[in-house]
């Protein structure tokens, strides 16, 4: 019992310095902070599919990684907690291999527009008069977490998934 506690613990931990550091690859590269946001670390998404540890680590890991690259405090708060609420339907969708990559996606287009607009002022973006700023920044995080979740995610769930047994997943 209490090897298998320290193991989540270890897991958790080793997810969120993952998501730290990939965080600060994709910062590096001038990966994360474009209209199309690609972070590599959101890949690591798809880890509830593996161990439940992965939803405190994501969680923590976005947490850590929002607060060490600047990131304002509602963005903070609300990606952390979206990220936490993704990795959480994730670890619920994980019996459907293809399913289990849209949590991020979905939860990420619905939460990260209203911070860019509300929390950021990103300038409105209109077409015929009509203000399309949160669906075209629903758009573009999507195409990102796409991106990110369904094929880098997708590939890292396949790899992960052949070696299971050897990686005690």
Known sequence: MRNQKVTFIVQ???????YVVLTFLANALGLASHTIQVRFS??????????????????IGCLIANLLTGAIIYDVIFG???TGVAAFATYKLR???VACTF????????????VLVYAYGIPPVC?????????FNALTV????VISVC?????????????RDILNL
């Open 12 to 18: 958790a931990a080793v997810i969120a310095a993952l």
């Open 42 to 59: 959101e890949a690591l998404c798809i880890l509830p599919v593996f161990t439940a540890a992965a939803i405190p680590g994501l969680w």
């Open 80 to 82: 952390s907690l979206a």
């Open 95 to 97: 019996k459907h291999k």
């Open 103 to 114: 949590p991020p996606v979905i939860v990420n287009m619905i939460v990260v527009p209203f």
């Open 127 to 135: 077409y015929k008069g009509v203000n399309l700023t949160i669906p």
């Open 142 to 145: 999507g195409i990102g977490e």
């Open 151 to 163: 094929i880098l995610g997708g590939i890292l769930l396949r790899v992960l998934g052949r070696y």
